[in-house]
């Protein structure tokens, strides 16, 4: 029985409409969007959009001018629309691309947000357009990892949202492409089970690298203290703390 996502997500100040989108909002997602630390920056660039939930939350957490590409023409159109239709629209521009072929406008970006394509040698979607969105055949990391090194600017951050394998990958990676991990975000379901996700912050300038973690639930779908309280300014409805013992 294939799961039904609603057509649309409603946040606080803005409305995604995803019902064309391969790859619908997520908690994890939405986790990278309201944690990453892009209050300052004064250039965004979101890569593989899709709904453009990412941009959107930059768009609502900074003053910054922000560029989103997607190379899925589909998913291109509505996060236009989503874009137009926000309070944002004329700070957020589309471009409808492969990220390899955009050059650097100026100095670059100064952040750069990006939930790849995650999955590495594993059984392809039945969806050509899932497939495109899940899977990282037709954006390898090396690649991705590339097209930031050339459009992030000397004092800029990207992060970068992976499953534990694939970002061991890009620790590996990343210091022949000129960039260095210099913090990780550790995000679990919940206090008991190990990461399924991290958040990656590269920079230009090798250094140490520090390390948080957070929980997403106490029992699903009571969010953590720690989740809410990133949450709360994008959510409508939120449920905190202990699942009640009867539920």
Known sequence: MPRHRNSYFQCRQFRIEQGSCAMKVTTDASLLGAWAPVEDARRILDIGTGTGLLALFAAQRSSARIDAVEVDADA???????????????????????????????????????????????????CDRQALARHNDALPLTDLLAAISRLLCDNGRAWLLLPVPEAGSVRARSPAAGLWVRHELHLRNDRQSPPHRLVLQLERRPGDCTRSDISLYERHPYHTQAAADLFRPYYTRLRVGPAPDCE
């Open 76 to 126: 291109a159109a509505q996060a236009r629309q989503n874009f137009a239709a926000s309070p944002w629209a004329d700070r957020l521009s589309l471009i409808e691309a492969d990220v390899r072929e955009l050059t650097p406008d100026g100095e670059g970006y100064d952040g750069i947000l990006c939930n790849p394509p995650f999955f590495t040698a594993s059984t392809p979607n039945r």
